[in-house]
T-cell receptor
Framework: DTGVSQDPRHKITKRGQNVTFRCDPI?????LYWYRQTLGQGPEFLTY????????KSRLLSDRFSAERPKGSFSTLEIQRTEQGDSAMYLC???????????FGSGTQLSVL | GQQLNQSPQSMFIQEGEDVSMNCTSS?????WLWYKQDPGEGPVLLIA?????ELTSNGRLTAQFGITRKDSFLNISASIPSDVGIYFC?????????????FGTGTLLAVQP
């Protein structure tokens, strides 16, 4: 158990609907990441927070995607007007005190029908 | 997005055999990490490497940070059925603005009892 919790574990939605995922990281670790993983691929970086500040966003993060980390604790990732291509595993990760190791949650598996 | 090249893509071995896999990059990294992922779960950190030439073990796992800083290797000795999963390498330039992990394409390991 890495101490990083993600909710829900699975989400099935119809195309065009909005979805929101939540990540609860290890409380004392200030760096939080979102990654996306499609079948047969390694995880790909989406965005990064240091405390409540979103410091980097990948070009993979279209304008339908938004992430927040209010108060520098939990984080949410919202996808608006979902498309079938959004189907993937969405992973949240926290770095340790040193910052060089990332610990991942179990992910949210999104299926867009 | 950028991904590192891992080989082999998949391996099917008998229990007790040793396994070797590698990861190459066109870019230099100052940290290499190896993760294992089970189906439907997030990646779990196995080994972290911080210096070129470093050789680090974790039980039956041994990983090496390549001299050129563009590659890394993972060996598993005396494989057992629970070693089954997908193994990912990841490169990191620790100390940068983001500490963003770049993942490999993965090596699928199947172990026959």
């Amino acid at each position: 158990d890495t101490g990083v919790s993600q909710d829900p574990r699975h989400k099935i939605t119809k195309r065009g609907q909005n979805v929101t995922f939540r990540c609860d990281p290890i409380s004392e670790h200030n760096r939080l990441y979102w990654y996306r993983q499609t079948l047969g691929q390694g995880p790909e970086f989406l965005t990064y927070f240091q405390n409540e500040a979103q410091l980097e966003k990948s070009r993979l993060l279209s304008d339908r995607f938004s992430a927040e980390r209010p108060k520098g604790s939990f984080s949410t990732l919202e996808i608006q007007r979902t498309e079938q291509g959004d189907s993937a595993m969405y992973l949240c990760a926290n770095s340790d005190r040193g910052g060089e190791k990332l610990f991942f949650g179990s992910g949210t598996q999104l299926s867009v029908l | 997005g950028q991904q590192l090249n891992q080989s082999p893509q998949s391996m099917f071995i008998q229990e007790g055999e040793d396994v070797s896999m590698n990861c190459t990059s066109s870019s230099i990294f100052n940290t290499w990490l190896w993760y294992k992922q089970d189906p439907g779960e997030g990646p779990v950190l196995l080994i972290a490497l911080y210096k070129a030439g470093e050789l680090t073990s974790n039980g039956r796992l041994t990983a090496q940070f390549g001299i050129t800083r563009k590659d890394s290797f993972l060996n598993i000795s005396a494989s057992i059925p629970s070693d089954v999963g997908i193994y990912f390498c990841a490169g990191l330039n620790y100390g940068g603005a983001t500490n963003k992990l770049i993942f490999g394409t993965g090596t699928l390991l199947a172990v026959q009892p």
